[in-house]
């Protein structure tokens, strides 16, 4: 783990997304990539020196197999016909390596019960699906009844392996086309798309999805080291929704789903709303694998040397500016909790400085669009009457004052206050519906008790948005085609 670290903060000294991934995190980001893995399908923690079972994922190896259960203690795994190893005080990613495995292979686990009773429990492995990574709609309605869709994209995922095995990978952008098509159906009058807490992922499919919603040509720009320029553009001069689009952001939406804001909004297609700005990441990445670029003999010893991932190109919008260090601005900048939050790649050691390129946009969306000073005085005078922005200022301004709080003397009493603090602004913070825009609850189980209708029901972000959306259904446009 010391050298891991180590390669690490040499690579990182030239930009923030230059890292070696060891073994372990190369295969946190494969999963992360895909949205699945092979395994059993159980979401598991350490307790006081064991594994236990938090919950079983649906559609998983271990529902169907339901044997296995919430609050058990896994005390040993085994192969099919191995001997059992002992897990017992080991680290929860350890643990997990051996619980893992390819799809088909049956993997034993020594459970102890709540009630005392020890059992062994075969599962044969299977893929398993991370639906929290997946592409999710629903419907709302706005302030008379009308329909609205709701698109939350959590990130820019696609499994390569799939493809390269001559099946068709699940991807983002089939999957948002899908849904696209289901909201249709409903006769909806206007769309939200949600890219907030959204990291990025494919190139491909940050291009491809901007396409949903254009007809065709350039979305973004990508320069080499070199200085080589290459314009990436939307093939399809078909639209799959060309209504009324906002698309909300926050510090958290990086890279990918930066490069679907900017181009949506450097043609006039959608309103951007959301924080004070987006998070900065305008660089490409590569991927080198190290078992193939370093085949010498003296590292045969070492199972597996892990990745480097290195930044190569550098985003440009259409209109020629960096999404790098800026990040996007909102049309309509929101009061956020993640303001007091120094977030971005501008708080980052040695991140690349913002530039610009010549631009490349050739016209603006010609169908209906906001008329952006309108939308943004009528913004402000919602936030101005709303009790739930009410409270994320003064929750922010509390925030920012316990940021600059440095706790030496009485570190125990210092630390139990402010956890009693912290909690109480959490319950105010729940009741204004703040924690929806970052969701900061780590609790999934209680996420869960939720349904989504219910948790952007208390959404001010999307409760702003349907208002809205409200104007261009009663005005039928709220600024005419630009010319």
């Not at 999805?209 to 080291?225: E, M, N, Y």
């Not at 590292?299 to 040397?305: G, N, S, T, V």
């Not at 800026?326 to 120094?342: A, E, F, Q, R």
């Amino acid at each position: 783990e010391s050298y891991n670290r180590f390669f690490d903060a040499v690579a990182r000294a030239f930009d923030p997304h230059t890292n070696y991934m060891a073994p372990t995190s190369k295969e946190d980001f494969d999963i992360h990539m895909s949205g699945s893995l092979e395994g059993i399908g159980a979401l598991l923690r350490e307790d006081d020196g064991h594994i236990k079972v938090v919950r079983i994922i649906p559609g998983s190896a271990a529902e169907a197999q339901g044997q296995l259960q919430a609050e058990d203690t896994i005390l040993a795994v085994s192969e099919a016909d191995g001997d059992p190893v002992d897990i017992s005080d080991m680290r929860i990613r350890e643990a997990v390596s051996y619980i893992r495995g390819p799809k088909g292979t049956e993997v034993r686990l020594t459970v102890l019960r709540p009630d005392g009773a020890r059992v062994v429990i075969p599962i044969v492995r299977d893929v398993v699906k991370i639906e929290d990574t997946y592409v999710k709609s629903t419907l709302l309605k706005n302030t008379t009844g009308e329909p609205v869709g709701y698109i939350k994209i959590p990130g820019f995922y696609r499994d390569f392996s799939g493809g390269h095995n001559g099946e068709k990978s699940r991807n983002v952008t089939d999957d948002t086309r899908s849904e696209l098509y289901k909201l249709k159906q409903k006769k909806i009058k206007g769309l939200i798309l949600d890219l907030r807490n959204n990291g990025g992922g494919s190139l491909s499919d940050a291009v491809e999805v901007s396409g949903l919603f254009l007809p065709g040509g350039p979305v973004v720009q990508v320069k080499d080291f070199q200085g080589k320029i290459r314009v990436l553009e939307d093939e399809d001069p078909n639209v799959s929704y060309d209504g009324p689009l906002v698309v909300l952001v926050n510090q958290f939406s990086a890279s990918a789903s930066e490069i679907l804001a900017a181009a949506l909004q450097d043609y006039g297609r959608a309103l951007v709303i959301g924080g004070a700005h987006t998070h900065g990441k305008g660089t490409v990445q590569a991927l080198m694998d190290l078992n193939r670029y370093l085949p010498l003999l003296h590292f045969k010893k070492y199972e597996d040397l892990g990745a480097l991932k290195v930044t190569i190109q550098k985003f440009y919008r259409v209109n020629g500016g960096s999404t790098q260090y800026k990040g996007v601005i909102p049309d309509i900048v929101l009061p956020s909790m993640l303001d007091y939050l120094k977030t971005g790649e501008q708080y980052m050691d040695n991140s690349l400085p913002w530039d610009q390129v010549a631009s490349v946009l050739q016209s603006h969306w010609q169908g209906p669009h906001f008329d952006v000073s309108k939308a943004r005085e009528e913004s402000n005078q919602y936030v101005a009457g709303s009790s739930q922005f009410a409270e994320i200022e003064k929750e922010s301004v509390k925030a920012r004052q316990r940021s600059k709080v440095t706790l030496v003397a009485d570190f125990l009493t210092g630390v139990l206050k402010e956890r009693k603090e912290l909690e109480q602004v959490r319950k105010e913070a729940e009741a204004a519906g703040i924690f929806n825009d970052a969701e900061n609850d780590e609790d999934g189980e209680h996420k869960e008790k939720k349904s989504l209708n219910e948790q952007l029901s208390h959404d001010p972000y999307v409760n702003l948005t349907l208002g809205l959306l409200n104007d261009v259904v009663e005005n039928g446009v709220v600024a005419e085609a630009v010319k």
